[in-house]
């Protein structure tokens, strides 16, 4: 019953983390035009608390689920190569969560993602195409019960690599979108 008490409360802790960011990416779009008002900071720090405890939620619960996992299967728990794979994302998007508060957010602080130059809004656009897609692949590996102890490391952390690729080319096209934006807008004034 413990475990699956812990599977569960991961898999909601994955949720709220996984819908919070999909809200949050969704509105940082809308806003982009536009220098953060006081509700909208409040907004994006009530973000990244509820995301940051998630996280943390699901780090507890998943190093829980490891030990049990461990004292029921023993040693051959710990070979099944998913779970490398999947500690290395989570490890990959918990550092890119620090690097998003320290470096990404406190520039949509001081100008609108529009007017920030175009090495500002190409760092904050890869910044979120490896959050997005790191999350996104995490989930999955917690769901490709078929891949537990029959897909290698390299195989699913070249899956990975392929999806943070496309994610990668998507933000580039997209970050050289909001800069045209900032063209269009700046000759419309003129």
Known sequence: ML???LVYGHLLAACIALGTLLQADHKLWRWRKELLDPAQREQLTEIQTIVSL???CLWGSGLLLV???YREEGVDYLLNQKLWAKASVV???TLNGMLLHKIGFPLLHRAPF???SSSARTRLGLL??????SWLFAAFLGVA???NHAMPYLH???AFAALLLVACAVAIVVVRAAGTEQGDATAEAC
Not at 128 to 133: D, I
């Open 91 to 93: 490890t990959l998007l």
């Open 128 to 133: 979120g195409a490896l959050s997005m897609s």
């Open 54 to 56: 998630a996280l943390l």
């Open 156 to 158: 699913m952390m070249g």
């Open 67 to 69: 030990m049990l996992g």
């Open 3 to 5: 475990k699956l008490l």
């Open 114 to 116: 529009v007017s920030l």
């Open 145 to 147: 019960r078929p891949w």
